[in-house]
Nanobody, 116 residues
Framework: QVQLVESGGGLVQPGGSLKLSCAASERNIYSLSVMGWYRQAPGKQRELVATIAPADFTTYADSVKDRFTISRDNAKKTVNLQMNSLKPEDTAVYYC?????????WGQGTQVTVSS
């Protein structure tokens, strides 16, 4: 069982920046997992934001390319999401995700609100 704990959400004005962090409780699974960030806005389905593989290969949703950067710190068992040039449509609950073989884990989510 892997526990994922997100932090760093909050309220930010359009054009601003936020950094989300996710800490994993178990090192072995973390080091082998594809780590990712997903988000869910009110009334919408949960959608992929970005993923990072153990070898640091990254993928991004088209809507966040060139604005968001995902990274992982294997020593700290964390995955981070640097979000720049935030837009109101980025408002959502952001969830950390860990995938390894048949195992999938989710964090509890952190709220990001982009509003003036």
């Amino acid at each position: 069982q892997v526990q994922l704990v997100e932090s760093g959400g909050g309220l930010v004005q359009p054009g601003g920046s936020l950094k989300l962090s996710c800490a994993a409780s178990e090192r072995n699974i973390y080091s082998l997992s594809v780590m990712g960030w997903y988000r869910q806005a009110p009334g919408k389905q949960r959608e992929l934001v970005a993923t990072i593989a153990p070898a640091d290969f990254t993928t991004y949703a088209d809507s966040v390319k060139d604005r968001f950067t995902i990274s992982r710190d294997n020593a700290k068992k964390t995955v981070n999401l640097q979000m720049n040039s935030l837009k109101p449509e980025d408002t959502a609950v952001y969830y950390c995700n860990s995938r390894y073989k048949s195992w999938t884990y989710w964090g509890q989510g952190t709220q990001v609100t982009v509003s003036s």
